[in-house]
């Protein structure tokens, strides 16, 4: 079936994390190089980002940190992101896909902050959502079901398997994507993309790019 709708996810699909990492290396004065080969080495070992960052900082607790850091530099970037960070490629690629009659979504899991800083960009897309105001996150079913439901919005009596999911990471993307009945693209860049694209699990995915413009041709061969 030809894809009308492509959903993006937004950390390392859209967004540039780097500056952010970066920013929490600082926080905790330790090293960039240090920072971000050790949390490297958790995720290849199978642990999480959370479990990195403990390994680094013992006891760290995201909300409680989070917290402190806003109290503390109320007005400052901490932990968010901004025009800055977007991929180059992402405006250009959704001019694109627009262009051909696609419609453009962004669903991820984000902080309820993301939304406002998503809309301020304009980048044209038919709908945001954001996991903490969904009240639901990846991987789960309903994540999807919402996916689903604010893609029809644009696209009313949208299928699922008319949708297009593109994101960083087989176990929180395609996998739970293909499940929902939608086509997955994975994409190689990021701290999980290019570890996630080498594995067998990868297979699922519809196709493998390594950036938006590869996306856009792979979708718009199937419009």
Same mark, same amino acid.
């Given at each position: 079936?030809?894809?009308r709708t492509v959903v993006f996810d937004v950390g390392e699909t859209l967004v540039d994390e780097t500056r952010i990492f970066a920013r929490w290396a600082d926080r905790f004065e330790i090293p960039h190089m240090a920072f971000f080969g050790t949390i490297g080495g958790v995720l290849s070992d199978g642990g999480t980002l959370? !479990?990195?960052f403990r390994l680094l900082v013992p006891g760290f607790d995201l909300a409680a940190e989070s917290a402190r850091w806003h109290a503390e530099d109320p007005h400052g970037e901490r932990e968010h992101f901004g025009e800055k960070d977007l991929y180059p490629d992402v405006r250009p690629a959704f001019e694109t896909m627009r262009g051909a009659g696609l419609s453009l979504v962004i669903a991820g899991n984000q902080p309820p902050e993301a939304g406002p800083a998503l809309e301020a960009m304009g980048l044209g897309v038919d709908g945001i959502g954001i996991s903490d105001t969904w009240g639901v996150k990846k991987p789960q *079913? *309903? #994540? #999807? !079901?919402?996916?689903l439901e604010l893609s029809a919005v644009a696209r009313p009596g949208i299928a699922a398997e008319e949708i297009l999911y593109v994101g960083d990471r087989v176990d929180n993307d395609v996998l739970p994507a293909r499940r929902a009945g939608m086509a997955a693209a994975l994409l190689r860049r990021g701290i999980y993309g290019y570890r996630h694209a080498a594995s067998a699990e990868a297979a699922a995915a519809d196709v493998i790019a390594d950036d938006l413009h590869a996306v856009a041709e792979w979708a718009l061969g199937r419009a």
């Open positions: 079936m030809a894809i959370t !479990d990195g *079913e *309903e #994540f #999807f !079901d919402r996916v």
